[in-house]
């Protein structure tokens, strides 16, 4: 199989696995307990947690592990500042759009920072909505669909001196470009393990120091009382080793994901009809989300798939006879060209061969 879907997960690395295998076998000592094995499994989580820490530039004690970028972004809105207005990215991830959309129901105003049509946050809609008494904000980092990536930075250092709380979704930038805590100036930044080769189900909020956040669930003190429930250890182990290997890796990665989608992208430049999605530069090096004009999205996905392609469309409505992407949407992209949308995300074993053969065939579906 040619799998061009790491945007929607990847493979566990052997590695990582590996780093797993004794937590599910013979280390299964619950991590609370006093007795050496249930000691043993706690430093485990610990390591882990310095692990995840550096990948993302700040201290241990920052790090919540969660089940995953979904948890975390339902975690990073239960900060009790939210009293009365939020706003968020126009192309934010399901998981953050859904959750805002109950606040609403709850009486809560939601604003929009609007996107111009190649995904950037527009600066006019970013400054009309800061200037309004927001109590909290999200701007996502890369957006999982067309790979574009935002100036957090900037917008969080605005937001703050507003005292705003300024939340980013950096889970698909992880591990494919250098991700800052300290840096992007946020006070919540949410990880998630299985799109950076880690296993599913586990991921992190990061939390800065002396922010409040009230927990989902109640029960345990695990993870500060933040997030109680017995710990996932295998898997915290794994997306600690996950983030190590990325650390390590990130440069080689980068460069040669960025490599590929050149190469794809100059092929895609001589398919008639093919419109390639999001700012050219501000993108994810393994994100290329493309429209082709009169084409049938899903149909093409299908076709590939019997091929042995693994793609998506990015979205789960986005082809078919459904409705387009919210994100194409939001970046004023025509229906029918978003209708027939294909996302290649690129993976760190993926060859220039593969992406040759994705042309070749893509070119031959066309004709
Ligand atoms: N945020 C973004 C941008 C994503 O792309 C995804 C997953 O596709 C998530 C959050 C959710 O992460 P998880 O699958 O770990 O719940």
Same mark, same amino acid.
């Given at each position: 199989m040619i799998y061009f879907d790491h945007n929607a997960t990847t493979p566990l690395d052997e590695r990582v696995l590996e780093a797993m295998m004794p937590f599910l076998t013979?280390?299964?000592?619950?991590?609370? /307990?006093?007795?050496r094995a249930g000691r043993i499994a706690r430093s485990a989580i610990e390591a882990a947690r310095e692990q995840v820490a550096a990948l993302v530039d700040?201290?241990?004690?920052q790090v919540i592990f969660t089940s995953g970028g979904t948890e975390s972004n339902n975690l990073a809105?239960?900060?009790? /500042?939210?009293?009365s207005r939020v706003a968020i990215s126009a192309t934010e991830h399901p998981c953050m759009t859904e959750p805002v959309m109950r606040l609403k129901h709850r009486g809560c105003a939601v604003e929009t920072f609007d996107v111009d049509t190649r995904g950037l946050i527009e600066q006019a809609s970013f400054e009309q909505v800061s200037r309004l008494p927001l109590d909290f904000a999200s701007i996502m980092l890369a957006n999982n669909e067309t790979g574009v990536i935002q100036d957090v930075a900037v917008y969080a250092d605005t937001l703050r001196s507003h005292n705003v709380i300024v939340h980013s979704d950096a889970v698909q930038a992880l591990g494919k470009i250098p991700v800052s805590f300290s840096k992007l100036k946020v006070h919540l930044l949410s990880l998630s393990a299985h799109k950076i080769y880690g296993p599913k189900g586990c991921g992190a909020l990061i939390v800065e120091k002396g922010l409040n956040l009230e927990p989902m669930q109640l029960g345990g003190g695990q993870e500060k009382g933040i997030r109680p429930g017995t710990e996932n250890v295998a898997a915290i182990v794994g997306f600690g080793a996950a983030a190590e290997i990325a650390k390590a890796e990130l440069d080689q990665r980068h460069d040669h994901l960025l490599k590929l989608r050149h190469r794809l992208e100059s092929g895609l430049k001589t398919v008639s009809g093919a419109v390639i999605f999001g700012h050219p530069d501000l993108r994810l090096p393994n994100t290329v989300q493309f429209g082709l004009y009169g084409v049938d999205g899903e149909m093409l996905q299908m076709q590939l798939d019997t091929k042995g392609i693994a793609i998506s469309s990015?979205?789960?409505?986005?082809?078919?006879?459904?409705?387009?992407s919210p994100v194409l949407t939001a970046m004023k992209i025509a229906p029918e060209l978003a209708k027939s949308a294909i996302r290649v995300s690129l993976g760190k074993d993926n060859t220039e061969a593969e992406v040759d053969e994705f042309l070749n065939r893509l070119t031959r579906f066309l004709l």
């Open positions: 013979t280390f299964y000592a619950n991590p609370s /307990a006093l007795y700040t201290t241990a004690a809105l239960q900060v009790p /500042a939210i009293k990015g979205s789960a409505c986005a082809s078919g006879g459904g409705k387009p």
